[in-house]
């Protein structure tokens, strides 16, 4: 800049040399809108934050957020979000890929492509990529090829086994049902003819029809029962779980389903020589005998013992428990470590969250949570198979199922794990944290109308009496959960308690005491004799009579 010019910005005006111009300052305000701001011709522009007006051959895109061709017009050019169309000739389609025109075989679509009749695929291109004069039509063989068009109607694939083992065809034809690919005859009143996809609450009085069983629950009972499919039948016990295990006689409910399945499939065998894990299907029930309960928590102790001391040579300090995760489909997604708070739903650093499986710390955790963040932390529940790992005589390293006692779980419409007899008790072993998603009533993709969490955890494990040795029965889980229903998610919250307990057999504690004590009392008498004898020997008497014995207190206390 020469000398003597000078250029200054004010709020009063823009000086150039000795030239003012008056203006009224540096602003940077720009209009605000939002994508629902735009007319129906208009398309929002994310780099601009504004609307934009998409030419005459365009249309907004589905989104909102680009321009697409009208049908009839093939792109010309793309440079997103900008685009070029032209007009394909009368009675020609556009090519699926949107870039050419073709003549078609039949009638168009809504969107301006060509059309196949059913069973058909639609043809574009020679196998080098040139496109056809004229579109083709080609029918998929169904009947010695069992191929049938794919989703798309671009392709003949084969079609589904499910379909094809049961009517040896494409076609899951009369009396035959179709349900998630699966073909099956439920004719003659089969329980896959009446499946409840239902999720009973039983705190807020609500029976409520999931979209989400309703979507899922008879394709997978039906997988599981007449193809043994693992992940369907993963799946179908996840549905139960999220029943609360409850079980009802004569229902077709999810755990119902389940229950007719294990009890009809003996012949696949078992998994671990474990009589309640069916090969495919988890292991969700410890079955409801009288008194079993009993037995699996007390018939024997856990297998490794456990020290109370601490130091780097000390092992066995820690409660070493994994969990096997599933999602809600059933696909099995891995094994994890409680460490680190995987069941603890407050958050705490992870010293503290850790300090919940030292060996002999009773561990307490509570906090309240909004249910706002629970809907956007938890979008679908995961599943826990939780386990005591442990190292056998050989080293090996094995793991011991830890029994589950859910106290919304209903016995014929009784909470039979509410009381304190451990006979009534049915024993589970699969939880989940949250669940947002069965309580979908119309579409998966609506709120919930109520959501279950597990509120309250509690791990207890039982010293086995007599031993001094950290000898401990299997722990037992016992998990509440509670029902909401979702009326205003920011201003609602929830309770949330884990903990770790231990306990022992008082009987045994008294027996102790009372030895502690009878050893203390002959301590407390050999104590007093020797304090005498010491006394007599000051004052030179060599025995000790009724009379010193009678003036011992006084004694006592004069010296």
């Given amino acids: 800049m020469k000398p ?3 250029i200054s910005v004010g709020s009063r005006g823009l000086c150039l040399a000795i030239l003012c111009l008056p203006c009224s300052g540096l602003l940077y305000s720009i209009p605000l809108q939002r994508p629902e701001d735009c007319s129906l011709q208009q398309y929002y522009d994310p ?9 005459d051959t365009q249309r907004p895109s589905q989104d909102g957020l680009s321009c697409e061709c009208l049908p009839g017009y093939k792109l010309g050019s793309k440079n997103d979000p900008v685009i070029t169309c032209h007009k394909c000739l009368d009675r020609m389609g556009v090519t699926t890929d949107g870039w050419d025109c073709i003549k078609c ?23 080098n990529g040139t496109p056809l004069h004229e579109a083709e039509c080609i029918d998929c063989d169904g009947s010695e090829s069992l191929t049938a068009p794919d989703k798309l109607g671009l392709r003949c694939e084969r079609c589904p086994q499910t379909i094809i083992s049961w009517t040896n065809s494409c076609s899951c034809y009369q009396p035959n049902t179709m349900a998630g690919g699966i073909c099956f005859n439920a004719a003659g009143g089969h329980i896959l003819s009446r499946v409840i996809s239902t999720i009973r609450y039983a705190q807020l009085g609500v029976l409520l029809r999931s979209e989400w069983l309703s979507i899922h629950l008879q394709a997978a009972a039906a997988a599981c029962l007449l193809y043994s499919n693992h992940t369907a039948c993963q799946a179908l016990g996840n549905m139960c779980v ?11 409910d999810a755990c119902g389903l389940f229950r007719y399945i294990f009890t009809n499939t003996a012949a696949r065998g078992v998994v671990h020589s474990i009589s ?24 024997s102790p856990f297998p490794e013992n456990f020290s109370f001391k601490w130091g780097e040579q000390v092992q066995n300090t820690k409660l070493a428990f994994l969990a096997a995760l599933y999602d809600v489909r059933g696909k099995f997604i891995a094994w994890r470590s409680l460490q680190g708070g995987l069941l603890q739903l407050c958050p705490d650093t992870s010293k503290r969250l850790n300090a919940a499986y030292d060996f002999g710390t009773t561990y307490d955790q509570n906090c309240e949570l909004s249910v706002s963040k629970i809907l956007h932390d938890f979008p679908e529940p995961v599943f826990y198979d939780v386990y005591l790992s442990y190292r056998g005589s050989d080293s090996q390293q094995n793991i011991w199922p830890v029994p589950v006692l859910n106290l919304n779980l209903q016995y014929n419409d009784q909470f039979v794990n509410l009381g304190n007899n451990v006979n009534n008790w049915l024993l589970t072993r699969r939880i989940f944290l949250v669940d947002t998603l069965s309580g979908r009533e119309n579409t998966l993709s609506s709120p ?11 791990i207890s494990i039982s010293l086995v009496p007599g031993t001094h040795k950290g000898t401990v029965y299997p722990p037992l889980m016992t998990v509440e959960y509670t029902d909401i229903q979702v009326q205003n998610p920011e201003s609602q919250t929830v309770k949330v308690f ?15 005491t009372d030895v502690a004590l009878g050893v203390l009392g002959g301590l407390a008498v050999l104590w007093s004799l020797l304090k005498t004898a010491a006394w007599k020997r000051r004052i030179g008497s060599q025995v000790i009579d009724l009379q010193v014995r009678c003036r011992l207190p006084k004694i006592r206390r004069t010296t």
């Fill in 498 to 512: 884990f903990s770790v307990q231990y306990e022992m057999n008082q009987a045994d504690s008294v027996t102790q």
């Fill in 47 to 55: 780099g601009k934050l504004s609307c934009v007006q998409c030419p």
């Fill in 448 to 458: 919930p109308r109520v959501i279950r969490i597990a509120s309250k955890i509690t």
């Fill in 4 to 6: 003597g010019k000078r």
């Fill in 242 to 252: 999220m029943n609360m295990n409850s079980l009802s006689l004569q229902s077709a």
């Fill in 276 to 299: 309640y894990w069916r090969t495919n299907v988890p292991w969700l029930f410890y079955d409801d005998q009288p008194g079993l309960a009993v037995r699996v928590l007390t018939a």
């Fill in 105 to 127: 075989p039949g009638a168009l679509t809504a969107s301006g492509t060509c059309q196949c009749s059913p069973g058909n695929i639609l043809v574009e291109r020679y196998v």
